[in-house]
């Protein structure tokens, strides 16, 4: 992330204080302070208690404004805007319902480390505390789930607050800040002074690691036999691709990526073992199973990827790189903790390995031959359902296809999740949007909106399930109105898939309240597909289709490609007993890693 967090535009460098500053309301030194930080565009909705700072955003020529349907729509918008292009994601709401309806994408992106900047109007200072209409205590809320939490009573605040925000959005580890503004200050006079003094005083992230850490990992790196390098998505945020492949490549290790780090590294890549964890592939999980030596970047050892912790790479020494210090050892004790920017410390640990090796390079070959055998054995796959409903793996393996690296790919939460994680080939970062953490159902949508908004000329695909659509797919209106032409592809298997298939393997096929009547039943008969998704997104002016047969397939995504004067969302009908393998059950140790059905797990509670 940027390391100069506040920019300053020419013409204000030097502008001193020779003069009488003007003078602005606190909703004209907002908007005035969002122009000066670079910000272009900004999801919202307005509000009672926000309606000053719409007042004067209305005449703005410098920031485009996109209004939502719901607040939570315009969090994970700017989410995906964020994740999509590098910058800061920036989301708007009122008072109140506006501001709660923020938490959910806000708690997203503090888990996926996204750069967001939450601004919400409040009541009038003097109403606070006294239950005023739509008051809520919005910084109270979400101080457990932001960086930081603000409260601006006085105008005069208003950009080094802002300022500030930004600085600790998108330094050291990034994530969302919130700033709630009491709406007599929108509507106070004050000096707008810029570039203001901002002061954080304890804040203060580390970016270079200490040099004898450095030393330390090389020299496990240059005498290990099985070297693993476990790749989070803090490589991503602190744009390190290009160092990995060169510190890949220069060792020789292999390399996984966990969900949120999917792009960080090529998929073709011959060093890639793919994506670890519970549903990751068996190469991937059992490198790092057998592995001597574990070099964690930019992840934080999540309990999706490291099953069952006290047999989570049992035999490995462990290098945890990270760049928030509470991350290190909280989940598995590292040998060499080191605290630190990845982007950073990728490139000062390949040219520590160059000088720990000398002139004669470690022969891991075989491992690369236990590795490759393992690639051989178990490769990603899936069968074709026998209730004559469409693959959903294979669809969604189509979209990658035709569409290519270029494109990018936002997913809801669930089984098409993590079958668009598995099927479509990452080969750059920024392409696979998705919410890890959280695991927030309706996520899908309004990221893929906010993602075409940060990069028009790219193809931006929102892989959906039918219970994530209907959470927020009232963006669709958004979309339209406002020439965001995405494409949504429905994965309809008329049910919660993943929580069924836990009901199928851990519950005896007990379906309790997973049945969506979307579309097909599975058992020969049609639901009443309410809601026709068809007919709903030809209510919102996009382009519905539906595809039923494989032989539909490839036309229904190529029409979808060619059409970009609107948004597209293909319903496809699916099979629900499809399930997503590899899995590794929960509370298990990841050597017990199921790819077939046949091979029942075990589910144990730790």
């Known amino acids: 992330m940027p390391t100069d967090p506040v920019p300053v535009p020419p013409a204000h460098k030097n502008a001193g204080h020779k003069h009488e500053p003007e003078m602005l309301t606190g909703s004209g030194a907002i908007l005035r302070t969002l122009e ?51 910058r800061v994601g920036v989301a708007i709401a009122t008072s109140g319902p506006g501001a709660t309806n923020l938490v959910t994408a806000i708690a997203d992106a503090h888990m996926d480390s996204v750069p967001l900047l939450a601004i919400t109007g409040q009541v009038f200072s003097t109403l606070m505390g006294t239950d005023a209409f739509q008051e809520v205590d919005i910084v109270g809320i979400t101080m457990p789930i932001t960086k930081h939490s603000f409260l601006v009573t006085d105008a005069a605040d208003v950009p080094a607050t802002l300022a500030a925000a930004y600085q600790i959005a998108t330094t050291g580890r990034p994530g969302p800040v919130l700033v709630d503004i009491t709406k007599d200050a929108q509507q106070q006079l004050a000096p707008f002074i810029w570039p203001p003094k901002v002061d ?5 992230p580390v970016l270079k690691a200490h040099g004898k850490q ?31 492949l060169e510190l890949a490549e220069t060792t020789g290790a292999a390399v996984v990526t966990t969900l949120m780090a999917r792009g960080a590294f090529p998929d073709s890549h011959e060093q890639h073992m793919g994506m670890p964890g519970m549903h990751g592939t068996v190469p991937a999980v059992l490198a790092i199973q057998e592995s001597d030596l574990l070099i964690s970047l930019g ?37 060499v903790p080191i605290v630190g920017d990845a982007k950073d410390v990728i490139a000062d ?10 002139k004669t390079k470690p022969d891991i070959s075989e491992w690369w031959t236990r590795l490759k055998s393992l690639q051989k054995e178990f490769p990603l796959g899936y069968d074709i359902p026998e209730d004559g409903l469409l693959s959903p793996q294979m669809v969604i393996e189509r979209i990658g296809q035709l569409t290519g690296p270029e494109g990018i790919y936002a997913a809801g939460v669930g089984q098409h999740q993590m ?8 080969e750059r ?15 899908g949508l309004p990221a893929a909106m906010g993602a075409k908004v940060a990069n028009p000329d790219r193809v931006v695909w929102a892989i959906d399930g039918d219970g994530c659509f209907q959470m927020t797919n009232q963006e ?31 519950y005896e096929g007990r379906y309790s309240f997973t049945d969506l009547n979307t579309g097909h039943m599975g058992d020969g008969t049609q639901s009443r597909m309410i809601p026709d998704f068809v007919k709903m997104a030809d209510a919102y002016g996009a382009l519905g289709i539906r595809v039923t047969k494989v032989e539909e397939i490839d036309a229904a995504i190529k029409l979808a490609l060619e059409t970009n004067d609107r948004p597209v969302v293909i319903d496809f009908i699916v099979s629900r007993d499809a399930m997503v393998w590899p899995m590794v059950p929960q509370g298990v140790g990841n050597s017990s890693i199921q790819y077939a059905k046949e091979h029942a797990p075990t589910w144990e509670e730790e």
């Open 429 to 443: 970062p920024n392409a696979w949007l998705n919410s890890g953490g959280a695991g927030t159902m309706g996520y």
């Open 36 to 86: 000066h930080l670079g910000i272009d565009d900004v999801f919202g909705l307005p509000g009672g208690a926000i309606i000053p700072f719409y007042d004067e955003l209305m005449a703005s020529t410098a920031i485009r404004h996109i209004l939502v349907r719901h607040e939570q729509g315009a969090g994970h918008a700017a989410e995906g805007y964020a994740s999509s292009s590098n």
């Open 476 to 506: 669709l209106a958004t979309c339209t109105l406002n020439n965001i032409p995405i494409k949504v592809a429905i994965i309809n298997n008329s049910s919660l898939g993943m929580v069924r298939q836990w009901q199928n393997l851990f």
């Open 214 to 244: 450095i030393q330390a990992a090389a020299a496990l790196l240059a005498e290990a036999k099985r070297p693993v390098l476990y790749v989070g998505g803090g490589v991503i945020r602190s744009q390190a691709s290009k160092e990995l």
């Open 200 to 204: 954080l005083p304890g804040y203060r």
């Open 299 to 335: 992840a934080r050892f999540d309990d999706r990827v490291t099953g069952k912790v006290s047999e989570f790479a049992p035999n490995a020494k462990i290098v945890h790189v990270d760049i928030d210090p509470a991350e290190i050892s909280k989940i598995r004790v590292a040998d």
């Open 349 to 358: 640990l390949t040219v520590a390995y160059l000088e720990a090796i000398g």
């Open 419 to 426: 079958w668009a994680a598995q099927f479509i080939k990452y």
